[in-house]
C-alpha cells in the first residue's frame, strides 16, 4: 500500500506496480486524519514507513504553516493512525537538518540544533514518536535521519546533483579554456 497526496507530481513512479495486487495507491493526504485512520483500520499493513513531508527549503521557508501542518500534524496523524491498528514496524523518515551547521561529520549523539522550519518540524516530529511510541503496542519505531537523498526524477534541485553538475560543468570549462 502506498499512500500520496500526489502534491510532488511523483504518483506515476507507482504505475509500474499498477498489476501488483499487493501495492495499492491511495491518494491521500496526511492531513485528513478520519481518512487516513480509516485507511489504517481496513489495511493493517505490517509496516509504516513515514515519508511524507514537505522537504524543499525554499518552499518550507516560503510557506511555514504549511510545512509544520504537514510535517508535524501529518506526522501526529500518522502516529494517531498507527495507535488503531499498530503495525509491527514503523519507520519515521526525519533528517540531518535537526544537527547544527558543522565543519566536522555529525554523530548520532550530536545535540539538535535546527536551524530552519523544515529541521524543527522533522525535529519535533521524532519528539512525536519518541513521547507516543506507547500508544503504538509491540511495534518497533525508529528514527532515520536522512542526509541528501537524491535519486533520479527528484523534482528539487538538492545539494549533491547541484554539485555535480557544477563539478562537470566546471571540468567542460576548464577543458575547453585550456585548448
Not at 514507513?49 to 501542518?69: K, M, S, Y
Not at 535546527?114 to 521524532?126: A, D, I, R
Not at 518497533?140 to 526524477?153: E, I
Amino acid at each position: 500500500m502506498a499512500v500520496d497526496d500526489g502534491s510532488a507530481g511523483t504518483l506515476h513512479r507507482l504505475d509500474e506496480f499498477a498489476d501488483c495486487a499487493e501495492v495499492q495507491r491511495h491518494v491521500l493526504d496526511i492531513r485528513q486524519r478520519s481518512k487516513l485512520v480509516q485507511l489504517m483500520a481496513a489495511e493493517h499493513p505490517w509496516a509504516v514507513v513515514h515519508l511524507a513531508a514537505q522537504h524543499f527549503i525554499p518552499a518550507c521557508d516560503g510557506a511555514p504553516a504549511e510545512t509544520l501542518a504537514i510535517n508535524v500534524l501529518g506526522t501526529q496523524h500518522v502516529l494517531d493512525a498507527c495507535a488503531v491498528h499498530p503495525p509491527q514496524r514503523l519507520v519515521f523518515a526525519s533528517t540531518a537538518d535537526v544537527y547544527g551547521a558543522n565543519e566536522s561529520p555529525h554523530g548520532e549523539d550530536d545535540p539538535p540544533e535546527p536551524q530552519g522550519v523544515y529541521g524543527w518540524s522533522k525535529l519535533f516530529g521524532e519528539r512525536l514518536l519518541q513521547d507516543q511510541a506507547h500508544r503504538l503496542g509491540h511495534c518497533t519505531a525508529v528514527v532515520a535521519r536522512l542526509f541528501n537523498v537524491y535519486g533520479p526524477g527528484d523534482p528539487h534541485p538538492h545539494l549533491l546533483p547541484v554539485r555535480c553538475s557544477r563539478g562537470v560543468h566546471g571540468v567542460e570549462q576548464a577543458a575547453s579554456g585550456s585548448q
